[in-house]
């Protein structure tokens, strides 16, 4: 009876942390926060618009492909600081970042902590100075799992050296954390089936 009453405990306190924590989110994705509007009225500014098709245009947007594969910590090394302006504005589902050196150090790390995983980009849409680069995030399956794929969409903006100025990531995290946070899915389906 006591270690029921403990184990009650216990879940209402974690229910109750979780709770507090849950009220004010960590960091908002795709939200127009003023940092956000900020940079997305600098980079307008600053942004390059290449003739549709051209050289220039393919260039850009390769040097970005080419910064992400190979995804390894010696290629994020020396890729990021030719496709990346010094300071600029980046997004993803986990973090804003406004100056290269923090991201790329960033992106070591996630190298290093994910050995294997690779981008499959697609051909990229235009509007004016807005570059969409569509691309698919493959993470390696784990003893004899088949690869996870988690489908993606960057917004780049480049200035007039031919790096990017703005970077703002479209993509549903939870693909890949539900399954790697068990967990979690159990949560997530919670809430989906109240809504």
């Not at 507090?20 to 795709?30: I, L």
């Not at 980009?121 to 493959?138: C, H, K, Q, S, T």
Request: some cysteine.
């Amino acid at each position: 009876m006591k270690a029921v009453f403990a184990l009650l405990i216990l879940l209402t306190g974690c229910f109750v942390w979780l709770h507090y924590f849950g009220k004010s989110p960590r960091h908002d994705a795709t939200g127009t926060d003023e940092l956000y509007l900020e940079h997305l009225a600098r980079s307008a500014e600053l942004a390059v618009n290449p003739a549709p098709g051209s050289e220039e245009e393919q260039a850009l947007v390769q040097k970005v492909k080419n910064a992400f594969n190979p995804f390894s910590y010696g290629n994020v090394t020396l890729k990021f600081p030719e496709a990346y302006a010094e300071t600029f504005y980046f997004r993803d589902a986990f973090h804003v970042f406004t100056d290269r050196e923090t991201m790329v150090a960033y992106m070591q790390r996630t190298a290093q902590q994910s050995p294997g995983v690779t981008f499959e980009f697609e051909e990229p849409g235009r509007n004016g100075i807005d570059f969409y680069l569509p691309w698919v995030m493959v993470l390696p399956g784990s003893e004899g799992e088949a690869p996870q794929r988690s489908v993606g969409v960057s917004r780049l903006r480049f200035n007039e050296d031919g790096r990017v100025i703005f970077h703002q990531d479209y993509w549903d995290s939870a693909d890949v954390l539900v399954r790697r946070v068990p967990v979690a899915n159990g949560l997530i389906e919670l809430v989906r089936r109240r809504f």
